[in-house]
């Protein structure tokens, strides 16, 4: 089946106006290939550049954030570090039609449910346009689909949007108005969990008897510890809001990036002593170790490239056998460790 074939088959709406592109699926194919550890992640993120210009934004809609706190619970400096992580302040809104994006991903995403993913997505856009009234075919964002100024995705959009101060459709993309994105982005949070005395991460001293398996933030996981350096590298606490923000964005790197932003825009910079020596493997090093640890009898249940919850269980169990640290952090050490070790 074509790209055409299947726009027949699906009887979408906008079947005739769509646009196959293959930077798209080149972007989608590639996007874990440079992995930066959280150390280089922060510092990319996190400039001091983007933290003035936070508190200069802070500023100018200081009133309208306070409205939004009030409504939501989700304190301002959130909200502006959000904005600033996802789009740099609405200044990167995407350079792709939205609609291209999904039609192309959800025909040639690898794999059946990433393609299932990307086509709800598609019929959320097609809901947006019959229920809201938006023309969705000149919609801008980003090669995965996402649109506004805090980057959400059409079901995102269908299920919590929320105009700052109206019952009009919620403009999430207004390129001079961010209002209805800052809503929306505190709506979100507020209904995934957001608790508004609650804290996102705290530094702590590394807890007696901690099991590292079941350290990290996740989606099963409303609090808990999380070591992202392994057993010498700090540690930290979280709750419930660590959860709400990695459900916004399912990356550990991303809760941090945003603990570590909206603390700065608050005037609480935190100081985080990194470990030396613990530099993370990359992707397709990942992928070699999976495919090696399940060779030594230690099931990672597949070869993605991708350091889950059954690659970590494995590299455990491994660590236990040749009287290492148990702490399933994938570092250059063990890597080498690793592969030094004789076939079975």
Same mark, same amino acid.
């Given at each position: 089946?074509?790209?055409?074939?299947?726009?027949?088959?699906?009887?979408?709406?906008? *079947?005739?106006?769509?646009? %196959?592109? +293959?930077?798209?699926?080149?972007?989608?194919?590639?996007? #874990?290939?440079?992995?930066?550890?959280?150390?280089?992640?922060?510092?990319?993120?996190?400039?001091?550049?983007?933290?003035?210009?936070? @508190?200069?934004?802070?500023?100018?809609?200081? =009133?309208?954030?306070?409205?939004?706190?009030?409504?939501?619970?989700?304190?301002?400096?959130?909200?502006?570090?959000? $904005?600033?992580?996802?789009?740099?302040?609405?200044?990167?809104?995407?350079?792709?039609?939205?609609?291209?994006?999904?039609?192309?991903?959800?025909?040639?995403?690898?794999? *059946?449910?990433?393609?299932?993913? %990307?086509?709800?997505?598609?019929?959320?856009?097609?809901?947006?346009? =019959?229920?809201?009234?938006?023309?969705?075919?000149?919609?801008?964002? #980003?090669?995965?689909?996402?649109?506004?100024?805090?980057?959400?995705?059409?079901?995102?959009?269908?299920?919590?949007?929320?105009?700052?101060?109206?019952?009009?459709? &919620?403009?999430? $993309?207004?390129?001079?108005?961010?209002?209805?994105? /800052?809503?929306?982005?505190?709506?979100?949070?507020?209904?995934?969990? $957001?608790?508004?005395?609650?804290?996102?991460?705290?530094?702590?001293?590394?807890?007696?008897?901690?099991?590292?398996?079941?350290?990290?933030?996740?989606?099963?996981?409303? +609090?808990? /510890?999380?070591? &992202?350096?392994?057993?010498?590298?700090?540690?930290?606490? /979280?709750? +419930?809001?660590?959860?709400?923000?990695?459900?916004?964005?399912?990356?550990?790197?991303?809760?941090?990036?945003?603990?570590? %932003?909206?603390?700065?825009?608050?005037? *609480?910079?935190? +100081?985080?002593?990194?470990? *030396?020596?613990?530099?993370?493997?990359?992707?397709?090093?990942?992928?070699?170790?999976?495919?090696?640890?399940?060779?030594?009898?230690?099931?990672?249940?597949?070869?993605?490239?991708?350091?889950?919850?059954?690659?970590?269980?494995?590299?455990?169990?491994?660590?236990?056998?040749?009287?290492?640290? &148990?702490?399933?952090?994938?570092?250059?050490?063990? /890597? @080498?460790?690793?592969?030094?070790? &004789? #076939?079975?």
């Amino acid at each position: 089946m074509n790209f055409n074939e299947f726009l027949e088959k699906e009887a979408l709406f906008f *079947k005739d106006k769509v646009i %196959f592109n +293959k930077e798209v699926l080149f972007q989608d194919e590639n996007q #874990s290939q440079h992995l930066l550890s959280l150390q280089r992640y922060l510092e990319k993120t996190v400039t001091k550049r983007r933290v003035d210009v936070g @508190k200069e934004k802070l500023k100018i809609w200081e =009133n309208q954030l306070k409205k939004i706190q009030k409504d939501w619970g989700v304190p301002p400096e959130v909200i502006i570090a959000i $904005w600033g992580i996802e789009t740099n302040f609405g200044e990167i809104l995407g350079g792709y039609r939205v609609v291209d994006s999904l039609a192309t991903l959800a025909f040639g995403a690898r794999g *059946k449910k990433r393609r299932a993913l %990307f086509k709800s997505e598609l019929l959320a856009l097609e809901m947006i346009k =019959n229920e809201k009234g938006i023309e969705v075919e000149s919609l801008m964002g #980003s090669w995965a689909g996402a649109f506004g100024h805090t980057q959400f995705m059409p079901t995102t959009y269908l299920k919590f949007s929320a105009p700052f101060e109206s019952k009009k459709v &919620p403009n999430i $993309w207004n390129k001079e108005n961010p209002l209805d994105a /800052f809503s929306s982005a505190a709506c979100y949070l507020k209904n995934v969990g $957001w608790v508004e005395e609650g804290f996102i991460l705290k530094k702590v001293n590394k807890p007696k008897n901690i099991n590292y398996l079941k350290t990290g933030i996740n989606l099963t996981r409303e +609090k808990g /510890f999380t070591a &992202p350096f392994g057993h010498s590298g700090p540690h930290f606490k /979280f709750g +419930k809001n660590a959860s709400a923000i990695f459900h916004y964005n399912r990356s550990e790197l991303y809760v941090f990036s945003v603990w570590v %932003f909206s603390s700065a825009l608050e005037n *609480k910079p935190q +100081k985080i002593l990194w470990p *030396k020596n613990r530099e993370q493997i990359s992707s397709s090093e990942t992928w070699v170790m999976q495919e090696r640890l399940t060779q030594l009898g230690y099931d990672t249940f597949g070869a993605d490239g991708k350091f889950g919850n059954n690659t970590k269980k494995a590299l455990i169990g491994f660590q236990k056998t040749i009287g290492h640290t &148990p702490d399933g952090f994938p570092d250059k050490l063990i /890597f @080498k460790k690793l592969l030094s070790q &004789p #076939s079975p």
